[in-house]
């Protein structure tokens, strides 16, 4: 069965004027508006379709994709508001999509950029939005891991980080200290669970938790000295905007990498930066040679 607010894979039932009417199950058939509809289509074809009340409330498909479905959280712009109704928000969409005044969490104006819940009015099956986000956040048992990838919508900062709603689910923080650059309230990004509380809260990371990030980046530093003739102008001092650049990492997986290469004596410390050592020959009591390679070409 086709579900409202959601992408669906749906057969074409027949052809009409107004488009292609698509099987949509206990639903009945879903109308596809003619310029929705995709060039070459063969028989037998079934179609990738988002499925929601157009303006006059009846069930069409479209092959638009919005900026988030029922059951998700998006941050959203306001587009206009009713003095009746409530706010009309841009989710992507040719028909807007309707925050009411009853699911606001504050005034909003046109032009201002709102995080919303999306869901689906069981009355009415309109698809509407709520800004009241507490009621949607945290029903479910905690079945998060440490070191578990999630992704993340950044939705509000604070004096020890930043907010985020993890996997449309619930709240985790992304702690200051642990952040190479600063983020945006609505970005999202790609990131790691840190550490499950007792209480079912959720410490986050943008890096892989510990150890775990060290071994590949070891061989990432290790690869960049190698092709910029055995130095790098990093070290601990460098700033995390320039290592996240370099490295797509953070400082602190940063440092855990170079300081296990330093107790591997394969690379020392300069002023500033690093040189790549060798250690193939090394025997207790020596120093380890800098690696003789020729110094990397200008690009």
Known sequence: MALIGRRNTLSIVRAAAPGLYLNGGELG???????????????????????????????????????????????????????????????????????????????????????????????????????RLQRHLGKSETTYADRQPVDLLVVNRTPLGYTAIVNHDRLGLLYHDKLANPLAVGERVKGFVRTVRPNGKLDLSLDAAGYKRVAPLREQIVAALEQNGGQLPFNDNSSPAAIREKFACSKNAFKLALGSLYKARRIRFEAPGIQLLDNSTYTPGESPKPVALKKASPA
């Open 29 to 131: 058939e879903v109308l596809l508006p003619g310029r929705y509809i995709p060039p070459n289509l063969k028989p037998g074809d079934r179609l990738d379709v988002f499925v929601y009340l157009d303006s006059e409330d009846r069930l069409v498909a479209t092959t638009e994709t919005p900026k988030a479905q029922v059951g998700e959280f998006a941050y959203l712009k306001v587009i206009s508001v009713n003095s009746k109704i409530g706010a009309f928000l841009d989710w992507g969409l040719a028909k807007d999509l309707l925050l009411p005044f009853r699911e606001h969490d504050g005034p909003v104006r046109p032009g201002q950029w709102v995080t919303v819940f999306i869901f689906l009015d069981e009355t009415s099956r309109r698809i509407v939005a709520t800004a």
